[in-house]
């Protein structure tokens, strides 16, 4: 969502609905998320209904009519939906076709058999960030880890020395690349540029992704010696069909969006005028909406049409696929919801203030409000799109990418220590067939340093952009 969408958008925002004093606020902020935490991990309450009694509780214990809270959690829920809603949708959809055409399994195919002994776990992390791109987080690891579990069995590796890299590639792509939602989310919040979050992110994504990947794999597999369980291999989807995308299509349909949207990026630091046609068409063609939407239309040609995959079938895989994303949606749009609130009640300007009081820099007070909400709902959605409405004020004065290393401070600290309010620790746990004990010292030992380094990197960053 560009700058201007956003400015739009805030124009029809409600106004500030209250003027409480900062101790107020704090506690209504206190107050808010704890009800949040407390519905989501004590009641097990869905996260979206838990983001919607936090945001009436946060109003009314910072003094502001309910009715007035009502209009600033629907518009902010409204804005949300309308600038990423969209995007999730199609970012599904493309997941859908890769995984159900068999694209995805022949990126990973042909990736495994140019690769064995020591590269293996390179190989690995290339194949999960590669997939991860344009899919959820949870279907990249349904999608992967029968792939994990029969290269781990086939060629005697140790389960953590190929696992631990698939699931780095995937998580990092999750918390910090755009088109995932959280990114999105935290991208519309501050009013970031797309295209340069996305470079950057990349940019942070590499090295880390490296260093809790192959790096660290080395020491769980070591600390955790497990084989992989046979009775987890599930079929994969491609064993089904007579023929399936080649590699060279399917690599470029999942690449066309970043492609398009770094096009537009560079085209605009090059060109840097608005009025200029050539800049023009590459805002339109690199806008996030027209990327994700050509690459789903050439998807059907290079991912559906080779696959056999008749005229009547698209429209049924389409249907399919955005289904289970009514969830994701409803939470991002609740947490836009809390997000106007937390805005609307004044909490961001107590942020802002504070954080000059304070002397804290930005990014860092970003890095940790994300750490903290993570560790207290366990989800890094939640995290993000809590956190980005905290730091939103913060953005105002910033440069284009430093607006764009708050998004990506936000997204570091939402993956901080994944324990056993993550639904994503039970999921590796399952599939890897591991103790609990055994999954922190594997599974969010990772997650971790995922979080430091990629927050070490921005900062640094920081200081030489």
Same mark, same amino acid.
């Given at each position: 969502?560009?700058?201007?969408?956003?400015?739009?958008?805030?124009?029809?925002?409600?106004?500030?609905?209250?003027?409480?004093?900062?101790?107020?606020?704090?506690?209504?902020?206190?107050?808010?998320?704890?009800?949040?935490?407390?519905?989501?991990?004590?009641?097990?309450?869905?996260?979206?209904?838990?983001?919607?009694?936090?945001?009436?509780?946060?109003?009314?214990?910072?003094?502001?009519?309910?009715?007035?809270?009502?209009?600033?959690?629907?518009?902010?829920?409204?804005?949300?939906?309308?600038?990423? &809603? $969209? #995007?999730? +949708?199609?970012?599904? *959809?493309?997941?859908?076709?890769?995984?159900? !055409?068999?694209? /995805?399994?022949?990126? @990973?195919?042909?990736?495994?058999?140019?690769?064995?002994?020591?590269?293996?776990?390179?190989?690995?992390?290339?194949?999960?960030?590669?997939?991860?791109?344009?899919?959820?987080?949870?279907?990249?690891?349904?999608?992967?880890?029968?792939?994990?579990?029969?290269?781990?069995?086939?060629?005697?590796?140790?389960?953590?020395?190929?696992?631990?890299?698939?699931?780095?590639?995937?998580?990092?792509?999750?918390?910090?690349?755009?088109?995932?939602?959280?990114?999105?989310?935290?991208?519309?919040?501050?009013?970031?540029?797309?295209?340069?979050?996305?470079?950057? &992110? $990349? #940019?942070? +994504?590499?090295?880390? *992704?490296?260093?809790?990947?192959?790096?660290? !794999?080395?020491? /769980?597999?070591?600390? @955790?010696?497990?084989?992989?369980?046979?009775?987890?291999?599930?079929?994969?989807?491609?064993?089904?069909?007579?023929?399936?995308?080649?590699?060279?299509?399917?690599?470029?349909?999942?690449?066309?969006?970043?492609?398009?949207?770094?096009?537009?990026?560079?085209?605009?630091?090059?060109?840097?005028?608005?009025?200029?046609?050539?800049?023009?068409?590459?805002?339109?063609?690199?806008?996030?909406?027209?990327?994700?939407?050509?690459?789903?239309?050439?998807?059907?040609?290079?991912?559906?049409?080779?696959?056999?995959?008749?005229?009547?079938?698209?429209?049924?895989? $389409?249907?399919?696929?955005?289904?289970?994303?009514?969830?994701?949606?409803?939470?991002?749009?609740?947490?836009?919801?809390?997000?106007?609130?937390?805005?609307?009640?004044?909490?961001?300007?107590?942020?802002?203030?504070?954080?000059?009081?304070?002397?804290?820099?930005?990014?860092?007070?970003?890095?940790?409000?994300?750490?903290?909400?993570?560790?207290?709902?366990?989800?890094?959605?939640?995290?993000?799109?809590?956190?980005?409405?905290?730091?939103?004020?913060?953005?105002?004065?910033?440069?284009?990418?430093?607006?764009?290393?708050?998004?990506?401070?936000?997204?570091?600290?939402?993956?901080?220590?994944?324990?056993?309010?993550?639904?994503?620790?039970?999921?590796?746990?399952?599939?890897?067939?591991?103790?609990?004990?055994?999954?922190?010292?594997?599974?969010?030992?990772?997650?971790?340093?995922?979080?430091?380094?990629?927050?070490?990197?921005?900062?640094?960053?920081?200081?030489?952009?």
């Amino acid at each position: 969502m560009t700058r201007l969408s956003v400015e739009m958008l805030a124009a029809d925002a409600p106004e500030p609905i209250t003027s409480a004093g900062h101790a107020q606020l704090g506690i209504a902020v206190l107050a808010g998320i704890a009800v949040i935490v407390l519905l989501i991990t004590k009641f097990k309450l869905h996260a979206f209904l838990a983001l919607t009694i936090g945001s009436l509780a946060l109003g009314a214990i910072a003094g502001a009519p309910l009715d007035k809270v009502l209009t600033s959690f629907s518009a902010g829920l409204g804005s949300t939906v309308a600038g990423v &809603g $969209v #995007l999730i +949708a199609l970012g599904a *959809v493309l997941g859908k076709m890769l995984a159900d !055409s068999g694209g /995805a399994d022949q990126i @990973v195919d042909t990736i495994l058999a140019k690769a064995g002994g020591r590269s293996m776990p390179w190989a690995m992390v290339l194949i999960a960030s590669v997939i991860g791109l344009p899919l959820f987080f949870e279907v990249g690891i349904v999608l992967l880890i029968p792939v994990v579990l029969m290269v781990a069995k086939r060629g005697n590796y140790s389960l953590m020395r190929i696992g631990i890299p698939a699931l780095a590639g995937l998580s990092v792509m999750h918390g910090l690349v755009p088109p995932h939602p959280g990114p999105l989310v935290a991208i519309d919040a501050v009013g970031a540029d797309l295209g340069v979050t996305l470079a950057l &992110g $990349v #940019l942070v +994504a590499v090295p880390t *992704v490296i260093i809790a990947g192959p790096v660290f !794999s080395r020491y /769980a597999a070591r600390w @955790v010696d497990v084989p992989a369980p046979e009775k987890m291999i599930p079929q994969r989807a491609s064993e089904e069909l007579e023929k399936r995308p080649g590699f060279g299509a399917t690599l470029f349909t999942v690449l066309l969006p970043v492609i398009l949207m770094l096009a537009k990026a560079l085209v605009d630091i090059v060109v840097d005028d608005p009025g200029n046609p050539v800049q023009r068409v590459f805002d339109v063609i690199g806008a996030p909406m027209i990327a994700l939407l050509a690459s789903v239309l050439v998807g059907i040609f290079t991912l559906l049409r080779p696959a056999g995959f008749s005229k009547e079938r698209i429209s049924p895989l $389409v249907e399919k696929s955005l289904m289970p994303i009514a969830g994701i949606l409803l939470i991002v749009g609740a947490g836009g919801g809390f997000k106007q609130t937390l805005i609307d009640t004044g909490v961001g300007q107590m942020v802002l203030d504070i954080s000059e009081d304070w002397a804290i820099p930005a990014l860092l007070l970003a890095w940790l409000i994300a750490v903290v909400i993570r560790l207290a709902t366990g989800s890094a959605t939640v995290a993000t799109v809590s956190a980005a409405g905290l730091v939103a004020p913060l953005a105002a004065d910033m440069s284009t990418t430093h607006a764009a290393l708050l998004v990506l401070a936000i997204g570091a600290g939402s993956l901080f220590f994944s324990h056993v309010n993550d639904a994503g620790f039970w999921m590796v746990k399952e599939y890897f067939g591991l103790s609990v004990g055994q999954n922190i010292k594997t599974w969010s030992v990772m997650e971790t340093i995922i979080s430091v380094v990629a927050g070490g990197l921005v900062l640094l960053l920081s200081l030489v952009i």
